[in-house]
C-alpha cells in the first residue's frame, strides 16, 4: 500500500512560518495585503477565494476584494483593474480568469504587474520560471507540487521526473521547477506516442492533464511517486477526483497524492507566500 501524502500537514508547516513572516514585515511598517479581483461570480473562483480568504486571514494577510457585476463593460473593467494595479498599498493581485467573453482578458494579463502577478500568469512570470530568475512568481498549483515533495523529503536531483501536461498553468511551469531543481524531466501529452511506458519509467510522475482517471496501473512502478494535480468532476461519484484512477494504482506506487487534500490544499499557501515575498520586496 502506498503512503498518502496529503496537503494538510504542508499547508500547516507553511502558515505557521508565514505568520511570523507577516509579524516580521508589519513589525518593519509593511501590511501584506492581497487584492482578489473577481468579475462574476462563477462557483469555482467563489470555491477559491473562500479558501484564499480564509488562508490570507490565518497567516495575517490583509485583504481587499474588487467584485464586477459579469455584465461589466470594458472600459469599467479597465479603469479598476488599473486602480488596483497601481496601488501601492496592494502588493498583490489575484485576477480570476478566465473573464467573461466581452472583456480583453489578454489585455487584463498583459498589463497585471509581474511583481503583484502572485498566481504566475503574465509573460514577465513566466518568463522569471523559465529562466530562474526571480521576476514575478510561479503559477500557485505548478509550485504547490513542489512545496509537497519537499516537505515530505523528496531529493529531486537526478530523479527520473514526467509530467503530463504542457499547459502554461502547471504542466510546462512545473517541469521547470523539477528542472532547476535538478531533476531529469520528460514532459508529454496527448500526442505523446505510448505514454504509459515513459511515464512507467518515472521516480516522480506528476499529472495534470485533467481527463478523469486518465492514470491508470499501466503508468506506475513500485519506486513511483505519483503527484495528482488533475482536478475532474466524477459523475457517477459526484465529487471530485484526479486523473489518476485512485483504488487502482494506490496499491502499486510508493507514494500517491489524494484529490481533494493533496495538491490542492497547498496552492493557498502558495499564493500566502507569494503575497509576503511581493510585500517584502517593497522594503
Known amino acids: 500500500m502506498a503512503e498518502i501524502w496529503k496537503g494538510k500537514p504542508v499547508a500547516d508547516a507553511m502558515t505557521a512560518r508565514m505568520r511570523e513572516e507577516a509579524l ?3 513589525a518593519r511598517g509593511v501590511a501584506p495585503t492581497l487584492c482578489i479581483f473577481r468579475v462574476g461570480e462563477r462557483p469555482d473562483d467563489l470555491a477559491y477565494e473562500r479558501g484564499a480568504l480564509k488562508r490570507c486571514e490565518a497567516v495575517g494577510i490583509r485583504v481587499v476584494q474588487e467584485i464586477l457585476p459579469a455584465d461589466v463593460d470594458q472600459d469599467s473593467f479597465r479603469r479598476r483593474f488599473l486602480a488596483v494595479n497601481r496601488d501601492p498599498s496592494i502588493h498583490g493581485i489575484l485576477l480570476f480568469r478566465p473573464l467573461p467573453p466581452q472583456l480583453d482578458g489578454e489585455w487584463a494579463r498583459q498589463n497585471l504587474d509581474p511583481a ?5 500568469c503574465t509573460d514577465g512570470s513566466l518568463a522569471g520560471v523559465f529562466t530562474n530568475t526571480p ?22 536531483k537526478g530523479k527520473r521526473a514526467v509530467v503530463i501536461g504542457r499547459s502554461l498553468v502547471i504542466g510546462r511551469p512545473v517541469a521547470m521547477l523539477l528542472m532547476h531543481r ?11 506516442v505510448d505514454l504509459p511506458a515513459l511515464a512507467r519509467q518515472a521516480e516522480i510522475l506528476i499529472s495534470a492533464a485533467g481527463v478523469l482517471h486518465s492514470v491508470g496501473p499501466e503508468y506506475t512502478n513500485p519506486d513511483q511517486i505519483l503527484v495528482d ?6 459523475e457517477a461519484r459526484g465529487s471530485i477526483s484526479g486523473d489518476a484512477d485512485f483504488e487502482a494504482v494506490e496499491p502499486l506506487v510508493k507514494a500517491i497524492t489524494p484529490v481533494p487534500g493533496g495538491v490542492g490544499s497547498v496552492t ?3 499564493l ?6 511581493a510585500a517584502g520586496r517593497t522594503l
Open 135 to 156: 521576476k514575478g512568481f510561479a503559477p500557485c498549483t505548478a509550485q504547490a507540487a513542489v512545496e509537497l515533495l519537499r516537505h515530505y523529503g523528496v531529493e529531486l
Open 229 to 234: 494535480v488533475g482536478i475532474n468532476w466524477d
Open 24 to 26: 516580521a514585515l508589519k
Open 268 to 270: 493557498t499557501c502558495v
Open 182 to 192: 535538478n531533476a531529469t524531466v520528460t514532459i508529454c501529452h496527448t500526442r505523446t
Open 116 to 120: 503583484k502577478d502572485v498566481d504566475g
Open 272 to 277: 500566502a507566500d507569494h503575497v509576503l515575498q
